[in-house]
């Protein structure tokens, strides 16, 4: 009986931690603070870059700067940059996949940071334990931006 009790806890704890971090969505894909919470991309995010349309929302707060194969493990491995824009505290998690020669998922990895204070700046990076060819390519396929408690 007391391990029933003890394990009923503890998956309680777990579910509290789990809601507290996907809290800040209110379902209707906009952040608590009222921006995208989550925006797909087909390509890198080059914030600042010269194309006509630069990424909107969370997603523009994120760009690729550097994409990698281990030579011993040849696993991939994207460094991405993380700049908050709103005028608060924030969470990030950016997926990052792995895209071969012909456009096709071979891995994907996420990176995250927390408590990244309005204009902070942060270097994480997303590391997949997939094996992988030489010669993948590094793309942002979507971040979550969310107020920092």
Known sequence: MVLAVAGGLVALL????????????????????????????????????????????????????????NDVTSWPAADVEIVNSTGAKANYIVNVEFVDSEGTRVAKAFAATNDLAAGQKAEEKAQALTKVAAGVKCRVSSVTRYAAP
């Open 14 to 69: 777990l579910l509290g931690a789990l809601l507290a971090v996907l809290g800040g969505s209110s379902g209707d894909g906009k952040s608590s603070a009222g921006e995208p919470s989550s925006v797909p991309s087909a390509e890198p995010s080059e914030r600042g870059a010269s194309s006509p349309a630069a990424p909107a929302g969370a997603e523009g707060d994120v760009k690729v700067t550097g994409c990698e194969v």
